[in-house]
Antibody, heavy 118, light 111 residues
């Protein structure tokens, strides 16, 4: 069974870049069965897909965030990462990483709260 | 781009049946699978229905999913409601043009 764990700073200053890493265990990030995704949830609000990546490096981004998002994969470390640039308070959210297979996010990390504040 | 619209909240009594709708704004609901997630406070979402009407192992058969092309919507039905079913529920779909889309979520209260 896959396990995913987010890591990264919990506090980011406005206009800076938010950086998070997701470490995958219990399976290979190079599996052809899976994509790997980032989802966020502002406090008290709903889920928002940020983007996804395949082990080959192919990426798919939410059009509303595409200009600020970069998702990358490091197969040697079994990790994938998120960078979100020029953050504002509106980017304050719990950020989840998850595996995506057959149109479904089937395994999720526990989530990490990132607050944007000076 | 398409949107998935859910009611903000629903409530029902224990033992009863509740249905949560998810309406697709454009394009056919049948053209891409719909998934449903349950999220309890402070926890990550978990899948209760995938591929329109399939239940993951461990999800009780009280949970069922369907789609209705005439209303262009998907539905999650929970029968024999239990207090433990109280949670937020999200529908989700995917297509190659828009990527992954989530509905806005529905808060289910069991009282």
């Amino acid at each position: 069974q896959l396990q995913l764990q987010e890591s990264g700073p919990g506090l980011v200053k406005p206009s800076e870049t938010l950086s998070l890493t997701c470490t995958v265990s219990g399976g290979s990030i190079s599996s052809s069965s899976y994509y790997w995704g980032w989802i966020r949830q502002p406090p008290g609000k709903g889920l928002e897909w940020i983007g996804s990546i395949y082990y080959s490096g192919s990426t798919y981004y939410n059009p509303s965030l595409k200009s600020r998002v970069t998702i990358s994969v490091d197969t040697s470390k079994n990790q994938f990462s998120l960078k979100l640039s020029s953050v504002t308070a509106a980017d304050t959210a719990v950020y989840y990483c998850a595996s995506f297979r057959d149109s479904t996010f089937d395994y999720w990390g526990q989530g990490t709260l990132v607050t944007v504040s000076s | 781009n398409f949107m998935l619209t859910q009611p903000h909240s629903v409530s029902e009594s224990p033992g009863k049946t509740v249905t949560i709708s998810c309406t697709r704004s454009s394009g056919s609901i049948a053209s891409n699978y719909v998934q449903w997630y349950q999220q309890r406070p402070g926890s990550a979402p978990t899948t209760v229905i995938y591929e329109d009407n399939q239940r993951p192992s461990g999800v009780p058969d009280r949970f069922s999913g369907s789609i209705d092309s005439s209303s262009n919507s998907a539905s999650l039905t929970i029968s024999g409601l239990k207090t433990e079913d109280e949670a937020d529920y999200y529908c989700q779909s995917y297509d190659s043009s828009n990527g992954v889309v989530f509905g806005g979520g529905t808060k289910l209260t069991v009282l």
